[in-house]
């Protein structure tokens, strides 16, 4: 079982990128995938968590609601995040993360200080002025 980031690169401001996270042996439909990001010298955040039991979606910062949407599209075994209107401080290394839950809210979980299972390699976003 794993996962694995793609689709990072540099991007001018208010250029859009879409990452993609390959989930690999992943067979029960109570998963939790996430996105996070750090960016050099601060802590890693949460940008969106997905349920694949109902397909929620869930934005710790509703401030990138508007410009990062989470999604992942029926047959695929991956899930995407499509950011737009990038700003230079999006530059950060994003991760995408995995974990088995029952029963609990996508959002008591999606912060990097919950017990992630599975964590991809990381992506580099690097967004110029």
């Known amino acids: 079982v794993r996962v694995a980031e793609s689709g990072g690169g540099l991007v001018q401001a208010g250029g859009s990128l879409r990452l993609s996270c390959t989930a690999t042996?992943?067979?029960?439909?109570?998963?939790?995938f996430g996105w996070f990001r750090q960016a050099p010298g601060k802590e890693r955040e949460g940008v969106s968590c997905?349920?694949?039991?109902?397909?929620?979606?869930?934005y710790p910062d509703s401030s990138l609601k508007g410009r990062f949407t989470g999604f992942r599209r029926d047959g695929d075994n991956a899930v995407y995040l499509q950011m737009d209107r990038l700003k230079p401080e999006d530059t950060a290394t994003y991760f995408c993360a995995a974990v088995l839950v029952y029963a609990t809210p996508t959002e008591n979980i999606c912060h990097s200080s919950y017990d992630w299972t599975y964590w991809g390699q990381g992506t580099q976003v690097t967004v110029s002025s």
């Open positions: 042996g992943f067979r029960s439909a109570y998963y939790v």
């Open positions: 997905m349920s694949t039991a109902d397909g929620g979606v869930y």
